[in-house]
């Protein structure tokens, strides 16, 4: 059974940052290609970014490029979103969701495990 906890979530200022953690146990991190989704309240769950198990390649939804990152470290089993230049638009509850292909994933539908989620708030 794998375990996913994400962390880090908060109310912040527009303009500040957060960095968003992700737990991995059960498994070592080190087989997954791990995703970060975001829900708003009203809105469809959507593709925030990626990173591929192997070759940590990422991808991210234009709506964030330049001011997220993603990045893990498969020694602590953890996977960070770094968000920067926090937008009143980021509002959503922030999700990670794991799958143990090699290759990035933007469906949610392509994930087997997933978090409980972190609510991030940006305030304008």
């Known amino acids: 059974q794998v375990l996913l906890v994400e962390s880090g979530g908060g109310l912040v200022q527009a303009g500040y940052s957060l960095r968003l953690s992700c737990a991995v146990s059960g498994r070592a991190l080190a087989i997954y290609t791990v995703g970060w989704f975001r829900q708003a309240p009203g809105k469809e769950r959507e593709f925030v970014g990626a990173?591929?198990?192997?070759?940590?390649?990422?991808n991210y939804a234009d709506s964030v490029k330049g001011r997220f990152t993603i990045s893990r470290d498969n020694a602590k089993n953890t996977v960070y979103l770094q968000m920067n230049s926090l937008k009143p638009e980021d509002t959503a509850v922030y999700y990670c969701a794991a799958r143990q292909s090699y290759e990035l994933g933007f469906s949610g539908s392509s994930y087997d495990y997933w978090g409980q989620g972190t609510q991030v708030t940006v305030s304008s």
């Open positions: 990173i591929t198990r192997l070759t940590y390649n990422t």
